[in-house]
């Protein structure tokens, strides 16, 4: 009996969780987020108060980790569909558990320093490309094309589960002990991640090979084509993208202004994301819903108008410090609904549209404009902060992050609730 066949026999009913490969991924996935969470509360932790990093050394870490699919991006998309998606998978967890692994041991040799942290966040960012273009590519192999949406969802909603729970916990921990020997956890996550990933057979999942007749960039700008030229897509991109760059001067300054200028505990700061979390806990159980109900699309465009209005009380909390911890503790509420009930209403959409030849390139191509933002608000934030102040770095993410917001009502899409059938791809 096919993997089709079983889900076909009781399609609304079937939990993806029973399709054993599924399942391995999500659980891989679990170990993969919780080690993502750690690391992301260690390194700002480590570098601003272990090696006490100025903000624009901040603003370079943050970029680094961030410049993965600015700087192999597009190859990798078109290496990927000719590859299989397994083993890239593989091998990205074992450079992920190598470049952590290795914090720990030179803090333990008293030889850590800043430029070290530098290599381990690009490592690291290259290694996300594989994974990610991977992982989104073989969703399709392991799932029925009608069925990713929901296989999304349930990740989306395992990892806000444990966005949850991981910072304050990293909070509290990182007062008994030097935030580098996190990453000890952070290795042995990714370590099970790939035992679990080893164990999981994609139907279909074959090397593809180079077609003699086409050209490695022919085949770049083939999936950059279908990218630009489908208009969900296209809208999806340049709202994304936009709305990362302020998203990126706020990520790389907040901790930066929490930590150094305002001065809270680390339990605090991890406290604070996990507030984040939990409100995107609450929107991942809300959103699929409110998909189902309104329209993939309508919500799609409720939650990215939300965010602008989010970001707000960062900078706010600037200007009313006395009132800073309550303030960012509302913008970490409101930005995590906004995000993850925008990812919890798209998810799916790019399967359903993209052919499955091309999936690996546009998947690249769309990360690599969209995430390769990120950085870019990044180090505009850390050059912003450098010549004026942290404050006036966030008013600047918040400002960039209303644009989207206008190029979705100016959009000609904001008419339709839910996908347009002709749009849709079969097969």
């Given at each position: ?7 076909d ?10 399709v ?27 570098a601003?108060?272990l ?10 870490i ?28 593989v ?22 320093t ?18 990610e ?6 969703l ?9 949406a929901?296989?999304?969802?349930r990740l989306?909603?395992?990892?806000t ?38 164990r ?13 007749e ?7 700008a ?14 999806l ?19 930066v ?5 305002i ?5 605090m ?6 507030l984040?979390?939990l ?10 819903r ?23 009380a ?15 503790a ?9 995000i ?39 180090l ?16 600047a993410?918040a400002?960039?992050?209303g ?12 008419r339709?609730s ?10």
């Amino acid at each position: 009996m096919t993997l089709s066949s079983v889900i076909d026999a009781d399609d609304d009913a079937t939990e993806v969780l029973k399709v054993p490969d599924f399942r391995r991924l999500w659980a891989a996935n679990g170990f993969r987020y919780a080690a993502s969470e750690v690391a992301g509360f260690a390194l700002p932790v480590t570098a601003l108060l272990l090696l006490h990093a100025r903000p624009l050394v901040m603003s370079l870490i943050f970029v680094c980790s961030r410049a993965g699919f600015l700087t192999v991006g597009l190859p990798a998309g078109v290496w990927i569909d000719r590859w299989r998606k397994k083993p890239v998978m593989v091998w990205a967890d074992v450079a992920y558990a190598v470049a952590f692994g290795s914090i720990p041991v030179a803090y333990f040799l008293d030889v850590l320093t800043v430029a070290q942290l530098i290599v381990v966040a690009l490592v690291v960012s290259m290694a996300g490309v594989f994974f990610e273009v991977a992982h989104s590519s073989v969703l399709p192999y392991v799932l029925p094309r009608r069925r990713v949406a929901d296989g999304n969802a349930r990740l989306q909603t395992s990892q806000t589960t444990i966005q949850a729970i991981s910072p304050s916990v990293a909070g509290v921990v990182a007062q008994s002990i030097a935030a580098p020997v996190l990453y000890c956890f952070v290795g042995l996550c990714h370590l099970m991640s790939l035992l679990l990933v080893r164990r999981i057979h994609p139907s279909g999942d074959v090397a593809r090979g180079r077609a003699p007749e086409r050209k490695f960039r022919r085949e770049i700008a083939d999936g950059m084509g279908v990218l630009f030229k489908q208009p969900l897509l296209r809208l999806l991109l340049n709202q994304a993208a936009m709305n990362n760059i302020g998203a990126g001067i706020i990520l790389a300054m907040l901790p930066v202004f929490l930590l150094k200028e305002i001065g809270i505990s680390t339990w605090m700061f991890g406290l604070l994301s996990t507030l984040g979390a939990l409100a995107g806990f609450a929107a991942s159980l809300l959103a699929p819903r409110l998909r189902r109900r309104f329209g993939e699309i309508r919500m799609t465009l409720i939650f990215s108008a939300l965010a602008p209005f989010a970001v707000v009380a960062a900078p706010l909390a600037g200007v009313f410090r006395g009132a800073a911890v309550p303030l960012m503790a509302l913008a970490e509420v409101l930005i995590g609904v906004a995000i993850v009930g925008r990812s919890v209403s798209t998810a799916g959409l790019r399967a359903r549209v993209t052919p499955n030849e091309y999936m690996g390139r546009v998947t690249a191509a769309y990360s690599v404009v969209v995430q390769g933002a990120t950085p870019l608000g990044a180090l505009a934030g850390g050059l912003i902060a450098n010549h004026w102040s942290t404050g006036t770095a966030l008013w600047a993410g918040a400002v960039a992050m209303g644009v989207p917001l206008v190029l979705l009502l100016l959009s000609p899409i904001r008419r339709h609730s839910r996908l347009p059938e002709e749009w849709e791809v079969r097969g």
